[in-house]
Nanobody, 122 residues
Framework: QVQLVESGGGLVQPGGSLRLSCAASGSIISINTMDWYRQTPEKQRELVAVITGGGSTSYADSVKGRFTISRNNSKNTAYLQMDRLKPEDTAVYYC????????????????WGQGTQVTVAS
């Protein structure tokens, strides 16, 4: 049983900040890459940020310079610091992690959180 739970979403004004958390729990052997996606009713799910197990990060052009992805491996948690938010950042944000779980066979699989709503509006 592996779960990802996002938290930290909410309503903020344009130019404001939010910090999202993605906590993995369950029978985990290891976590490789952790990603943040976002989705609106009008758009397909979009990859926003990636952090590898070694700490390398990548960002979508639309958020580069404003968002920062990080992780705390001791807590099995990834974070997305979102600064200078814009209305177009409004979306449901999802966490995805590549996790090797204590199952047989202990293969590495993708796990998704249920999402957290971010709304940027005056």
């Amino acid at each position: 049983q592996v779960q990802l739970v996002e938290s930290g979403g909410g309503l903020v004004q344009p130019g404001g900040s939010l910090r999202l958390s993605c906590a993995a729990s369950g029978s985990i052997i290891s976590i490789n890459t952790m990603d943040w996606y976002r989705q609106t009713p009008e758009k397909q799910r979009e990859l926003v940020a990636v952090i590898t197990g070694g700490g390398s990060t990548s960002y979508a052009d639309s958020v580069k310079g404003r968002f920062t992805i990080s992780r705390n491996n001791s807590k099995n948690t990834a974070y997305l610091q979102m600064d200078r938010l814009k209305p177009e950042d409004t979306a449901v944000y999802y966490c995805k992690a590549q996790i090797r779980a204590r199952i047989w066979p202990p293969t590495e699989d993708d796990y998704w959180g249920q999402g957290t709503q971010v709304t940027v509006a005056s």
